[in-house]
């Protein structure tokens, strides 16, 4: 096992472009069937000649509302509002709603993340996306979304049995606020056995996700055939520290993020 460390540094001065729209003709709207008459809605997006496969797993409660003409609600995520850029980064990417029998409150929240009906719910997504692209699919969440994809690996462990073939971790949930509800460190990592990617700003102010926890975070991570932090800095920090606006949704920075977690996938697959 090998953990690397790298610090980043990312501006505004980097001039990356104002945010990516999502045109209603360059995105597919897919419900794919999971458990027994559950549905999972995605918003599917792909370059002409993709390099791998991604699931976003947005944080909050989960619900970003697709609708069937490809328009989302719920936005702001960093993930969400970020798709566009992943595609441009070569990847084939499947944004992830809440499931058909979770439309309501709380949605994904109330531990939904940790239980089988999650797992199966992703399983599915991830052989649907093995089917379409024919191509490595890794599971990428973003502050709660890092719950449902560490926790995912921590039950599915290889692609063999239907698992992702690598995690990555954006603003992941280090404090946790019950058993319901635990944080990605207390989760039971060493069944983990893929690459793991872990991406935190130096700044994150958000209580659930302290800087300052994640080389605790690092060392658990023994397992992973390769695990990596990439620790950034830069951007803006606008209104509620846990929100999509703050340090904790790399605001302002959202290119050169999604580039660094681009070209690490890509890295980890040319390893196989």
């Not at 001065?13 to 559950?38: E, K, L, N, Q, S």
């Not at 599971?139 to 290889?158: D, K, N, P």
């Not at 990555?168 to 509800?181: E, K, Y």
């Not at 606008?238 to 605001?251: K, L, R, V």
């Amino acid at each position: 096992m090998r953990v690397r460390v790298a610090a980043v540094v990312l501006s505004l001065a980097c001039a990356f472009g104002a945010p990516a729209t999502v045109r209603a003709d360059g995105a597919r709207v897919v419900d794919v069937p999971t458990r027994a008459g559950v549905t999972e809605r995605i918003l599917y997006l792909t370059p002409a000649q993709p390099k791998a496969a991604a699931i976003l797993i947005p944080g909050g409660d989960g619900d970003i509302e697709i609708h069937p003409n490809g328009r989302v609600s719920f936005g702001g995520n960093f993930l969400v509002r970020s798709r566009d850029r992943f595609v441009q980064n070569g990847l084939a990417v499947a944004v992830l709603d809440a499931p058909s029998d979770r439309r309501s409150p709380p949605y994904l929240g109330g531990g939904f993340r940790q239980t089988p009906q999650h797992v199966d719910d992703l399983r599915a997504v991830i052989a649907w996306m093995r089917a379409e692209t024919h191509l490595p699919v890794w599971l990428i969440g973003t502050s709660r979304g890092t719950q449902s994809a560490a926790y995912f690996a921590t039950q599915v462990s290889q692609p063999r049995d239907g698992g992702a073939d690598g995690i990555v971790l954006t603003s992941t949930i280090l404090v946790g606020a019950n058993a319901q509800d635990r944080a990605v460190p207390q989760m039971p990592l060493a069944n983990i056995d893929v690459p793991v990617l872990v991406v935190h700003h130096r700044s994150d102010g958000c209580r659930l996700c302290p800087f300052g926890d994640i080389a605790r975070f690092m060392a658990l991570l023994s397992t992973p055939p390769h695990s990596q932090l990439i620790a950034v800095d830069g951007g803006t920090d606008i209104g509620d520290p846990c929100e999509a606006q703050a340090y904790h949704g790399f605001n302002g920075i959202e290119s050169g993020v999604v580039k660094l977690i681009a070209d690490w996938i890509a890295a980890e697959d040319a390893r196989r």
